[in-house]
């Protein structure tokens, strides 16, 4: 079930026209990986945004500030700690994620509760609760 459909299509179109954010030299060097690195240096034709190379990260690309933060599903995305952080969440927006520190016992509690709220749970694991199956 997708919510928030027409922000999600909203950062799509935006992130369609954004270009591929490649580290300089990536493409000359097998050893240096294209994942995004911050141009450096004075002479960088990168950084002083040349024509022929590469666009580097700026404001202007950034997303619609409503879909920001929101899970794929179209949920807004909020990590939690303990029960006491689901008081106030709204199941019909909100989805929760448990925090990487929870232990188990936590999470045990934590899932039930928002079982019982409603909530929807991205990283419940082994622990959510079984769907009945539909006779």
Same mark, same amino acid.
């Given at each position: 079930m997708v919510i928030n459909e027409e922000?999600? /299509?909203a950062r799509k179109k935006v992130s369609s026209k954004r270009p591929k954010f490649i580290r300089?030299?990536?493409w000359r060097y097998d050893r240096l990986a294209e994942n995004w690195r911050k141009p450096k240096g004075?002479?960088?034709k990168m950084r002083k945004q040349?024509?022929?190379h590469p666009d580097i990260v700026k404001i202007g690309y950034r997303g619609p500030k409503v /879909?920001?933060?929101l899970h794929p599903s179209g949920y807004n995305d909020i990590i939690v700690h303990n029960v006491n952080e689901l008081a106030g969440l709204d199941p019909k927006k909100d989805a929760i994620r448990m925090g990487r520190t929870v232990g188990m016992r936590k999470r045990k509690d934590i899932v039930e509760e928002a079982t019982k709220m409603g909530l929807k749970m991205l990283n419940a694991g082994k622990l959510a609760p079984k769907k009945e199956a539909k006779a």
């Open positions: 922000l999600l /299509a300089q030299e990536s004075k002479d960088n040349k024509a022929g /879909a920001r933060g």
